[in-house]
């Protein structure tokens, strides 16, 4: 329960410190901010300090500032002249939209740098920690590979098939390249080097199973080390994220996403959308803090790289703008891109409704 209530602060938290970025590089170029909320839709409560509302709506799934001359239909008061957005030079602009998604990625960037600190850098070896006896295929529980094999505690992968193993990773792209069916496992065993004939089963689609987990030896980096150990994770958290929409917006996610609003709940665990009922709902089965910390490190690169993505009205979007004014020399004619901002809006709109209903009706479990 803890942990839900400390995830739903957590995103509260990250969508304010995303506007707050915008909202503090506005007023330090010098553009009129009139709004500052949480929430969208019906006001609940809101209080004015200085030429700034601020307050919270009764839609929380994000936040929004209002600056002055951003939205190119905005007619501009006399009094508002030299102080909006659309007069501001290029660099004005892009530290004004870039900032929100910069304080995204510095959240994400000092919580893995924490958790890297906390608990080291724990890495997964090419050597047999634990041979899984039995598999389920089907209905049917089997002997794993490496159980029916003789592989054993101890055993150092060397190679599967014909692809050789220096590393972990190397364990499971060999065994996607190989498939199912009879191959050659060698391993060093005590010095002596074996070759084990397995026969791999097919346990998930397309990919092939031998049933060992990895040695996991853990390291300090050190507190210059965990810089770079965190900056891999964030700009792996960026792949991750882009590979992660380009699957969610294929016709076959798509249709199972339409699936949902049909009453079918089934969805792919590699596609499915997670609102922030999710992730709540996440935290609250969540039994490590490291663990925790890293999902909500994640959920700030995440918002942080759909962001950037250069589509209007998204943050990256503004930006792909303010550069075509740059190097044009010309006012972007903003009218044109209303078609893009409504297909964009509609997406996302869409997505977020599919994870709100799957979230409510078909909930993670962990």
């Known amino acids: 329960m803890l942990g839900g209530f400390a995830a739903a602060a957590a995103i509260i938290l990250f969508v304010t410190a995303h506007e707050a970025g915008h909202f503090f590089a506005a007023k330090a170029t010098g553009m009129k901010v009139t709004e500052f909320f949480f929430g969208f839709g019906p006001r609940i409560f809101s209080w004015r300090r200085g030429e700034t509302e601020y307050g919270v709506k009764a839609i929380p799934l994000g936040g929004y500032v209002r600056i002055i001359g951003m939205n190119p239909l905005e007619e501009i008061s006399q009094a508002d002249i030299g102080r909006t957005y659309r007069e501001k030079k290029f660099w004005e602009k892009?530290?004004?939209?870039?900032?929100?998604?910069?304080?995204?990625?510095?959240?994400?960037?000092?919580?893995?740098?924490?958790i890297?600190?906390?608990?080291?850098?724990?890495?997964?070896?090419?050597?047999?920690?634990?041979?899984?006896?039995?598999?389920?295929?089907g209905e049917e529980?089997?002997?794993?590979?490496?159980?029916?094999?003789?592989?054993?505690?101890?055993?150092?992968?060397?190679?599967?098939?014909?692809?050789?193993?220096?590393?972990?990773?190397?364990?499971?792209e060999a065994l996607t390249s190989v498939g199912e069916g009879p191959t050659t496992v060698t391993v060093n065993?005590?010095?002596?080097?074996?070759?084990?004939?397995?026969?791999?089963?097919?346990?998930?689609?397309?990919?092939?199973?031998?049933?060992?987990?990895?040695?996991?030896?853990?390291?300090?980096?050190?507190?210059?080390?965990?810089?770079?150990?965190?900056?891999?994770?964030?700009?792996?958290?960026?792949?991750?994220?882009?590979?992660?929409?380009?699957?969610m917006i294929k016709p076959s996610s798509l249709a199972q996403y339409l699936g949902?609003?049909?009453?079918?709940?089934?969805?792919?665990?590699?596609?499915?959308?997670?609102?922030?009922?999710?992730?709540?709902?996440?935290?609250?089965?969540?039994?490590?803090?490291?663990?925790?910390?890293?999902?909500?490190?994640?959920?700030?690169?995440?918002?942080?790289?759909?962001?950037?993505?250069?589509l209007y009205p998204l943050d990256g979007g503004h930006f792909a703008v303010a550069a075509y004014e740059k190097v044009s020399g010309r006012e972007a004619n903003v009218r044109k891109l209303a078609p893009v901002a409504a297909a964009v809006i509609?997406?996302?709109?869409?997505?977020?409704?599919?994870?709100?209903?799957?979230?409510?009706?078909?909930?993670?479990?962990?």
């Open 116 to 137: 890297v600190l906390a608990n080291g850098v724990s890495e997964p070896l090419p050597i047999v920690d634990e041979v899984v006896p039995t598999a389920l295929v």
């Open 260 to 310: 949902v609003l049909a009453g079918d709940t089934d969805v792919d665990e590699e596609i499915r959308p997670v609102s922030p009922i999710g992730i709540v709902n996440i935290g609250t089965q969540t039994e490590s803090a490291a663990a925790f910390l890293g999902i909500l490190a994640f959920v700030n690169v995440i918002l942080a790289t759909i962001n950037l993505l250069p």
């Open 141 to 172: 529980t089997v002997p794993t590979p490496a159980a029916a094999a003789g592989l054993e505690t101890g055993d150092v992968i060397v190679s599967i098939g014909d692809h050789s193993v220096d590393e972990w990773s190397d364990v499971p």
């Open 94 to 114: 892009s530290v004004v939209v870039l900032a929100g998604v910069g304080m995204n990625f510095l959240i994400a960037f000092l919580l893995f740098y924490g």
């Open 346 to 366: 509609g997406l996302f709109a869409f997505l977020g409704f599919v994870a709100i209903v799957l979230d409510i009706v078909n909930p993670i479990s962990l």
């Open 189 to 247: 065993r005590e010095g002596q080097l074996l070759p084990i004939e397995v026969t791999l089963i097919e346990r998930d689609a397309g990919s092939a199973f031998l049933g060992v987990a990895p040695l996991i030896e853990t390291h300090d980096p050190g507190v210059i080390g965990a810089v770079g150990v965190a900056g891999t994770q964030v700009w792996e958290g960026i792949g991750f994220t882009f590979q992660a929409m380009g699957d």
